[in-house]
């Protein structure tokens, strides 16, 4: 089955800098989903982004998909982003496959 | 904006009791997920559902586990026999038809003592 990679698994900030993200996969897919995992563990939908760059507020998105990677931008990072951010990709069916997650710290 | 809900956020029960995770998916949705995650590792998949029976379901959903949607509103899970390695966040999602973006529940910690 199609492999998610997720990179770094950890990354630890300082309040005010950026980051960015990576997730690989390893097949052509038609969906490709971010999440942020908060430290009560609940699952927040951030961008569906089979491909193109999206944007919400600190927060933005690329996908390329023909090189079979996802990008997710964090600017001005803040203590609330931290967690571990997910992304995940449609198997068979549409089942989704979720990467191992970047745990990301942000000190104040 | 419509989101998935799920009751309850936290239970804990016995090893061998029965246990029934509940959730509301979005009202025009058609196809219902559960995802599970043990502590410290990633999600992983359960169970897919359409037209009231199960399109797809993973190794990890034996014969302990069952889904129902008994209305219109909800869609539950239960695991008939609970262990002690059931214990995990269990999510529910939904979509809606010709739509590939799943959206996720809350989720609720199922905790076996």
């Given at each position: 089955g199609i492999q998610v990679e997720q990179s770094p698994p950890d990354l630890i900030l300082q309040e005010g800098a950026n980051s960015t993200l990576r997730c690989n996969f390893s097949d052509s897919v038609n969906n490709l989903q971010w999440f942020h995992q908060n430290p009560w563990g609940q699952l927040i939908n951030l961008f569906y982004i089979p491909s193109g760059t999206k944007q919400n507020g600190r927060l933005s998105a690329t996908t390329v998909a023909t090189e079979r990677y996802s990008l997710l931008y964090i600017s001005s990072s803040q203590t609330t982003d931290s967690g571990v951010y997910f992304c995940a990709v449609p198997t068979s069916g549409s089942r989704l496959t979720f990467g191992e997650g970047t745990q990301l710290t942000v000190n104040p | 904006e419509p989101e998935v809900t799920q009751t309850p956020s936290h239970q804990v029960t016995q090893m061998g009791q029965e246990v029934i995770l509940r959730c509301v998916p979005i009202?025009?949705?058609?196809y219902f997920y559960w995802y599970r995650q043990i502590l410290g590792q990633k999600v992983e998949f359960l169970v897919s559902f359409y037209n009231n029976e199960i399109s797809e379901k993973s190794e990890i959903f034996d014969d302990q586990f069952s889904v129902e949607r008994p209305d219109g509103s909800n869609f539950t899970l239960k695991i008939r026999s609970t262990k002690l390695e059931d214990s995990a966040m269990y999510f529910c999602a939904s979509r809606r038809w010709r739509a590939y973006e799943q959206y996720f529940g809350p989720g609720t910690r199922l905790t076996v003592t």
């Open positions: - | 009202s025009n949705h058609l």
